[in-house]
C-alpha cells in the first residue's frame, strides 16, 4: 500500500494540475487515484479500530485487577490520535479529488460520441 504523504503528494499534483479533465485517460488517472485514497483510508480506519480494540483490553484488565499499563496505553493513544488526524486529512483531501473526479466525469460524458 502507498504511503499516506506518497499518496497525498499524488493527489495535490492531479488537484493543481491544469491538464484538461476532458481527456479520458485523465479521469481514469483520477478515479484509480480516488480508489487508492479510499483504500488508504479504509486501511487507517482498520488500524484505528485495531488500536482501540487494544487499549479496551488493557484498560480492561487494568478493571480486573491487573497491572497498570500506562506507557503502553499512552503509546497506544498517542498512536490512535496519530491515526484519526492522518484519516481526517486524508478524506477533506479525498472529499476535493471526488468533486474533481465528478467534475471530470460529468466533462468526459459530455463530449460528442
Known amino acids: 500500500m502507498t504511503d499516506i504523504s506518497t499518496l ?9 494540475s491544469s491538464r484538461a479533465d476532458d481527456d479520458p485517460e485523465i479521469v481514469a488517472h ?4 480516488l480508489t487508492d485514497g479510499y483504500a488508504q483510508a479504509l486501511e487507517l480506519e482498520g488500524e484505528r479500530w ?19 499499563r500506562t506507557k503502553e496505553l499512552a503509546s497506544l493513544a ?12 486524508l478524506r477533506g483531501t479525498l472529499s476535493s479529488l471526488r468533486e474533481r473526479v465528478a467534475f471530470a466525469s460529468g466533462a468526459a460524458e459530455a463530449l460528442p460520441s
Open 50 to 68: 485495531r488500536l482501540q480494540q487494544e487499549i479496551g483490553e488493557i484498560t480492561a484488565g487494568i478493571g480486573a485487577g491487573g497491572k497498570p
Open 8 to 16: 497525498t503528494a499524488r493527489i495535490d499534483a492531479l488537484l493543481s
Open 30 to 33: 483520477l478515479e484509480s487515484t
Open 78 to 89: 498517542r498512536r490512535l490520535e496519530a491515526s484519526e488526524s492522518e484519516l481526517a486529512d
